[in-house]
């Protein structure tokens, strides 16, 4: 993301008409009347799609097909189920962020001194980084720091040099602006919000899980006590990488905007970060990056009591490439599942699939998907909230576009702590990009707690 020289004029002329203020995205916290006509159409929606829904299952019950006025019908709620669905979204995340500490009554940051001053000289580098005083500011703002991020707070290079990179090095990040990306990263990654997140000080971060417990049994007073079976330990160590964002503006605008910096920095950074992630977290390979939960060994049918641990269980839909044709397949997904894990257990998926979820009835005909009227609820289905995750697969042959289970027992992220930026002003002459990076790893952290749907006949 930047801004090109095209874009410089009218940028300005724009900072001028506003008095020079930046135009942030972020807006005032939603008021109820924004809610309640949110809440209000998506029931309206929902009814409609409801009604469509049960017009499609009876002209195939007597025509044995559907008409494309009702199929287009269908579609053209569901877009609009799905556009409700969002500006919901937008509400929530309004009204999280509104509520964060740290934030004062007109939106403020409460800061120490020695935050406001590490954040401000960073700032003035990312802007004129060859000014000496903006230097040794910023020089000793790091020190501030240092007990949390090691050294002296620069970073420290190889004796191979890099061409295209910077040779003034990099900085680590201001502690509160790392923290805004952080939770703008978990506002748009789906997976953060419902994993295990650890903090962890090195790359080399284990776990150890009890796989089959200890033995158990009884004995009368007075009787001898034989020794029980001990319990196996399995080890899980997430596989890390590097994730960074490469923004990038023109000198021009760094020179003469008077556009908020840090602002851009954060909503950037935040939004290439939890992209990068969330598809890593569902489908990454391990490769210099997380292990996500579909890219472990390969599933099986296989039930908890025999499986290898780090496997998961799939249940196979009854269909070559379609979703099933019954509800039943849910159910055996959910009870494959051990009580303890059904608990606190959800469906992750993509809109796509979430749509023909919607149109699942059970034997009362009644539908097993309800939407959420309530601001900070997700929708549900079969009485579990549903988390919307778009790097999921879409259905096709042997794809795995639905899970389910407690993804909290079940998927470890692990955040290597520290944030660090390099200004680079060398590679494209007349751009300066801004590189951020953070190391960041995942792994399956318990495979019994996750099931999956497999789209196959067996």
């Known amino acids: 993301m930047y801004l090109n020289h095209k874009d410089f004029l009218a940028f300005r002329a724009k900072m001028a008409a506003s008095g020079g203020v930046y135009e942030k995205r972020e807006t005032s916290a939603p008021s109820l009347a924004d809610i309640a006509r949110t809440m209000d159409s998506l029931g309206t929606a929902v009814e409609a799609h409801r009604k469509a829904t049960d017009e499609r ?18 579609a053209k709620i569901d877009t609009a189920l799905d556009q409700l669905a969002e500006i919901k979204k937008q509400l929530e995340l309004m009204q999280t962020r509104a509520s964060r500490p740290g934030i004062g009554a007109n939106g403020e940051r409460e800061d120490s001194p020695q935050a406001r001053e590490h954040r401000e000289a960073l700032i003035g580098w ?41 040779t003034a090095g990099g900085f680590a990040l201001p502690e509160q602006i790392e923290r805004q990306i952080a939770r703008l990263s978990v506002d748009i ?25 200890v033995a158990f049994g009884w004995i009368a007073e007075g009787s001898t006590r034989t020794q029980t079976n001990t319990s196996d ?14 923004p990038q503006t023109t000198e021009e605008a760094m020179d003469d905007l008077m556009f908020n910096v840090e602002a851009w920095l954060i909503e950037t950074a935040s939004e290439a970060i939890a992209a990068g992630e969330g598809n890593s977290f ?6 210099a990056r997380p292990t996500g939960f579909l890219n472990g060994p390969t599933p099986v049918t296989t039930a908890d009591a025999s499986r290898a641990f780090g496997t998961l269980q799939y249940i196979a839909g009854g269909q070559a490439a379609a979703m099933p044709t019954s509800p039943d397949v849910f159910y055996d997904m959910i009870y494959a599942a051990r009580a303890r894990y059904r608990a606190n257990a959800r469906w992750v998926t993509s809109k796509a699939v979430l749509a023909q979820l919607r149109k699942y009835k059970d034997t009362t005909n ?8 309530i601001v900070g609820q997700p929708d549900s289905f079969m009485g579990f909230p549903v988390t919307e995750a778009e790097d999921m697969p879409a259905v096709a042959a042997n794809a795995f576009p639905l899970a389910f289970g407690d993804f909290r027992e079940g998927y470890l992220v692990v955040d290597r702590v520290g944030m660090r930026i390099t200004r680079d002003e060398i590679t494209q002459p007349g751009f300066i990009r801004f590189h951020i990076r953070k190391r960041v790893g995942g792994i399956i952290r318990n495979s019994q707690a996750i099931k999956l749907l497999r789209i196959s006949a067996t």
């Open 282 to 287: 569902v489908s990454g390979n391990g490769t």
């Open 126 to 166: 990312m802007r004129n980084p060859s000014e000496p005083e903006r230097q040794q500011r910023l020089h000793k703002a790091q020190k501030d720091v240092a007990a949390k991020i090691g050294g002296d707070g620069w970073e420290s290079r190889a004796a191979q040099v890099i061409t295209t990179t910077n």
């Open 233 to 246: 330990l399995a080890e899980r160590a997430p596989t890390m990488g590097t994730g960074y964002a490469y």
């Open 366 to 373: 009644q539908y097993l998907w309800q939407p959420s009227l």
């Open 57 to 74: 299952i009876a002209e195939l019950k007597k025509l044995g097909t559907v008409t494309p006025e009702t199929e287009a019908k269908l």
């Open 189 to 213: 990654s789906p997976i953060r919000q419902i994993a295990t997140v650890r903090q962890v000080g090195t790359s080399d971060y284990k776990e150890l899980f009890d796989v089959n417990g």
